[in-house]
């Protein structure tokens, strides 16, 4: 992956909805000055996005919201920050990209015969915070419980952080700052600069998943044989929160301008779609069936305001193992225990901490740390406070539960925190300090052990030939009950033991993908899926089939084009299969077949087809709410829109397609009443229909016509109720007036895009430019 060392001076483009824009940065940020050379791309008088077509009465008032609560809706608004922005200069701030490369990627990597002979690392998605691909590598990364203890928590408590010393550290675990050496099975280095950990509550089980046994048993069954999915809820109910901000930010405006030009934007993810899948993978469930959310490591924090500290760590290494929050009996208890000394800079003495530190470092070994922060809370008018962003891994349940405080609490104020600099520089040195010489090369240790001792004896003749008697149990009775023979390590309470070969097996796997070594990760799985298919524990089965196939999209591979598609969908199909039929797993079917489906888009050619025809199960099964399944119409006409065809009547392209699920997409907002995100999927149904020869345009097919004219006239009316109001809330405003010209032909567009230079130019101009028709076909496939 190339580091974009320019990314951070470019301005990113707006990518949410441009309406709100404009009066939210005025409220996230307060009377702005603009800055010298710095053009608004809302308020240029040549843009087209700052022309009305109509002007409409306005209201009076702004967004009904108060600016204290804009900032809880900063990922949508604001998606791409511009340099100098608070979240720019903040202490966890990434490298941005400029633009998510859909299309660059299938025309630069994928060329001629290289097939997939290059890895998806090696593309521009996987740099481009927002995308997909990126989303995925930032999800399953190493997971860090911390421990702190009381002495600790009321020092963090006093600088304005009330969860404690983890929310401190919560957004620095999102980037490590600077290069990450890791090594992967055959012993070959390669650095990675967007490193991340996820830092977790030690005792907060908000997330477990009890095995499918114990689960019946404790009654947690709904009728009709489906589990309740919390976080497929609250991930619809936080993008519903966004979207109707959104809109009620465009009525608030004081000079909106219509969105009537805007398309949907084919070069990067929408920030809605990117927060759903952000929302929905940080919810993965601490469960027996994978290990991404088991700890790694976890971090058990003193003070040198504590009087008896090596007691003090003594007692939380004990709560770690013995303990009422410890993990459950599922979770590997031996994970690594990073021990910190949190110095008092203002309240205590340097000397005596350093002495101290030594004393831990004889008890406890080398991995420890001295980490000085300053006691007193840091104001925002302070000379060396910067401000500290929030979360982009909070789960939907915390943003819902912030957004909900801020529409009923009268005193809410911004949560945006800041700290002294001198302390984000010290919590950046730790982070850094114990990825690099602590938790990776004790992963990369455990992976050794655990490939050396486990995984090649599976992989040997004596490990096959054990696993095919196991399979067929000679001298045993049938199996044909749920729950495993004697001979399975499969316990029959739903979970396998954390010493049983298998759990040790599913264990290297992942931690091989969480750093990144695909070959080996795929392999590994690929071992194991016919051992959980054997031992019928169906979770696993589903959780091993949709990590393999993850591995294999990304991993380059001399494959041939048949061979691999068929592999993967062979794989999509087990674990699809077993996690809704048999496990009533909502969610893992759900991240199971959308984040194959962006994969197999990133790969192009063919995998295209694939992912739009994975993404139609999603729609069938009932899987996403209606939030859910209006951005993914969405995202199927964008993955149609990308493949281009072979020469120059780009032979094969789906741009008819496209504009079908655009128009689908539209359909679905405006049953939702989002007029905005309507109005951008008509627009882009629009473009492509106007890419297409005249005599294959949508103006022959007269039900087509008018359903697209009935679907713009319901957008154009929801727009102009939601601006005029109450009338004791308007001001009068002077309407344009058209000729009879004008009118017929803002009509005319609507049917055939190519009807005239003054339609053309009012309703097809993209806001994108236009795809180069001349290419080859790129196919990922081979």
Known sequence: MQPHEDAVQTPSPVQSPPLAASSLIRSLSGPQKPRPGAS???????????QSEFSLPLRTNSTSRRPQSASLFRSTILNNTPPGSPRDASPASTIRSTRSPARAMTGSIFAGTAGFKASLLDTEAADSPGDPLNLVLKSFVPHVA???????DELVNAKGFQKGLWELLRPFGERVTGKVNVRDSNGVSRAWEDFSLRFTKFGDHSNLQMPDVLDGLNGSEKKGGRRKEDPILDVEKVVERHLSFAEE???GTVEPQTPTRMGLDVEATSPYYALYLRRLLSGMPLAPHESFTHPVACVMAISSRNPNPIEALHRLYTETREGESRYPVWVDGEYLRYYILVHDEENSDIGKSMALFEQMKRNFGLHCHLLRLRSSESAETDDDSIPLPRSDWMTAAEELADIEESETKEDFEDPTRHIFES????????????????????MERNISVWNDQVASKRKGISGRFMSLSKRWAFGSSSRSSGIASSSSNYDASGFYRPDSPEAIMRRLADFAFMLRDWKLAMSTYDLLREDFKNDKAWKYHAATNE???????????NMSSKTRIETINQMLDNAFYSYQTRCNSLYGATRCIVL???LLRLRGGSGIDEAVR?????LESRLMGKVGDALLKERMAICYA???GAGSQAWGNRRRKSALWSVLGAEAWVAQEKYIQAQRCLNEARKMYSLLPGENGIQRFEVASDFLAMLNDQVKQGLQVDLAGPEENLVDVEEETFDNDDRRTRRTSLINPLGGATAAGMETAPLQSQRDASGPSKDGFG
Not at 547 to 557: S, Y
Not at 614 to 618: D, E, L, N, P, S
């Open 614 to 618: 994975w993404g139609i199960k999603v």
């Open 249 to 251: 930010a465009y009525r």
């Open 423 to 442: 302390d984000a520089t010290a919590i950046r040195t730790f982070v850094r300090e114990m990825a690099t010489q602590s938790l990776i090369p004790t």
């Open 596 to 598: 194959a489906l962006e």
């Open 40 to 50: 608004s791309i809302l308020s240029s008088p040549t843009d087209p996005l700052s």
């Open 642 to 644: 990308s493949k281009s």
């Open 547 to 557: 990590m393999a196939a993850f591995a294999l999209l990304i991993m380059p591979q």
């Open 146 to 152: 911390i421990h702190a203890s009381q002495d600790v």
